[in-house]
């Protein structure tokens, strides 16, 4: 090998290390880049669901309280904020930053769906059936900083139906007594007839406060007899006749001999 060959594989081998430290250095950059966004992106979605699951819990405490007898808005509003995430609720996230109930919420309506399948009404605060809750919050980044991205924004949004505005069917059973003493006239204002009369009128009442139909159902079909084929709500009526014997004219004398035949007789369960 002569000085020249020499001389040009030495220069060679020189480029060959400037060229190695530049790609090793790019490589490490972006290997830095790439673990900085998987650290920041693994505590974004952290983050995220620990938010959706708050939000959730919102949503439905606040479904909970539209069917609590007189609530309102704001007793339904208070309870999505008691189990949200903002500072002094049930469910506060260390970490986060600027948490708040988006601006319009919790948003309270009437959803035909929940109605039609469902069976509920819109009877909660303001004529609802459902409530809406959305939250932001701000996540400070750590390593994406570097690269100029120092937050991110978070947003969780749940929707939950009211909770026991169901309303189950009743099974109802009346009975009325007709005895002779139900033929006495009733001197009350709402009635003025005789008992009989006027209990009936009272089950008319409470009839008329009953659904044939499904709440789903706009039309239950055509009653025969006064009454439809697989009512919702069910109704048995029957008349109590009680038949009073009149007093012995010479009732029986109670004895001690009588009382403890008597007594004997008894089942020993009823005795215990």
Same mark, same amino acid.
């Not at 938010?51 to 959730?56: D, P, R």
């Not at 949200?84 to 948003?107: M, Q, R």
């Not at 309270?108 to 004529?127: A, N």
């Not at 809750?133 to 701000?138: C, D, E, G, L, S």
């Given at each position: 090998?002569?000085?020249?060959?020499?001389?040009?594989?030495? =220069?060679?081998?020189?480029?060959?290390?400037?060229?190695?430290?530049?790609?090793?250095?790019?490589?490490?950059?972006?290997?830095?880049?790439?673990?900085?966004?998987?650290?920041?992106?693994?505590?974004?979605?952290?983050?995220?669901?620990?938010?959706?699951?708050?939000?959730?819990?919102?949503?439905?405490?606040?479904?909970?309280?539209?069917?609590?007898?007189?609530?309102?808005?704001?007793?339904?509003?208070?309870?999505?904020?008691?189990?949200?995430?903002?500072?002094?609720?049930?469910?506060?996230?260390?970490?986060?930053?600027?948490?708040?109930?988006?601006?319009?919420?919790?948003?309270?309506?009437?959803?035909?769906?929940?109605?039609?399948?469902?069976?509920?009404?819109?009877?909660?605060?303001?004529?609802?059936?459902?409530?809406?809750?959305?939250?932001?919050?701000?996540?400070?980044?750590?390593?994406?900083?570097?690269?100029?991205?120092?937050?991110?924004?978070?947003?969780?949004?749940?929707?939950?139906?009211?909770?026991?505005?169901?309303?189950?069917?009743?099974? #109802?059973?009346?009975?009325?007594?007709?005895?002779?003493?139900?033929?006495?006239?009733?001197?009350?204002?709402?009635?003025?007839?005789? =008992?009989?009369?006027?209990?009936?009128?009272? #089950?008319?009442?409470?009839?008329?406060?009953?659904?044939?139909?499904?709440?789903?159902?706009?039309?239950?079909?055509? &009653?025969?007899?006064?009454?439809?084929?697989?009512?919702?709500?069910?109704? =048995?009526?029957?008349?109590?006749?009680?038949?009073?014997?009149?007093?012995?004219?010479?009732?029986?004398?109670?004895?001690?001999?009588?009382?403890?035949?008597?007594?004997? &007789?008894?089942?020993?369960?009823?005795?215990?």
């Amino acid at each position: 090998m002569n000085e020249k060959t020499g001389g040009f594989l030495r =220069r060679g081998g020189a480029k060959q290390r400037g060229q190695a430290l530049i790609f090793v250095t790019l490589s490490l950059t972006m290997l830095v880049g790439l673990a900085a966004l998987l650290i920041d992106a693994g505590r974004l979605y952290i983050y995220s669901n620990a938010l959706n699951a708050s939000t959730q819990a919102a949503a439905l405490a606040g479904a909970g309280a539209m069917s609590e007898p007189g609530a309102t808005v704001s007793s339904a509003s208070s309870a999505v904020t008691t189990y949200s995430s903002t500072t002094g609720s049930k469910n506060v996230l260390s970490g986060l930053s600027s948490i708040s109930i988006a601006s319009g919420y919790p948003a309270f309506s009437c959803l035909s769906t929940v109605t039609s399948v469902f069976g509920v009404q819109c009877t909660g605060p303001s004529g609802s059936n459902a409530i809406a809750v959305k939250q932001t919050a701000t996540v400070p980044l750590f390593f994406m900083s570097l690269l100029g991205v120092k937050t991110a924004t978070l947003t969780a949004t749940a929707t939950a139906s009211m909770k026991g505005a169901y309303i189950p069917p009743y099974n #109802v059973v009346i009975i009325v007594d007709s005895t002779q003493s139900m033929n006495d006239t009733d001197s009350d204002s709402l009635c003025n007839n005789t =008992r009989l009369y006027c209990a009936m009128q009272g #089950v008319q009442i409470l009839l008329k406060g009953l659904s044939p139909c499904l709440p789903s159902e706009s039309s239950c079909g055509t &009653a025969t007899g006064g009454m439809v084929a697989n009512s919702y709500d069910r109704v =048995r009526g029957a008349l109590l006749r009680l038949k009073i014997m009149p007093p012995p004219s010479h009732p029986p004398r109670l004895t001690r001999s009588s009382i403890s035949q008597a007594t004997t &007789a008894l089942p020993t369960r009823l005795l215990r």
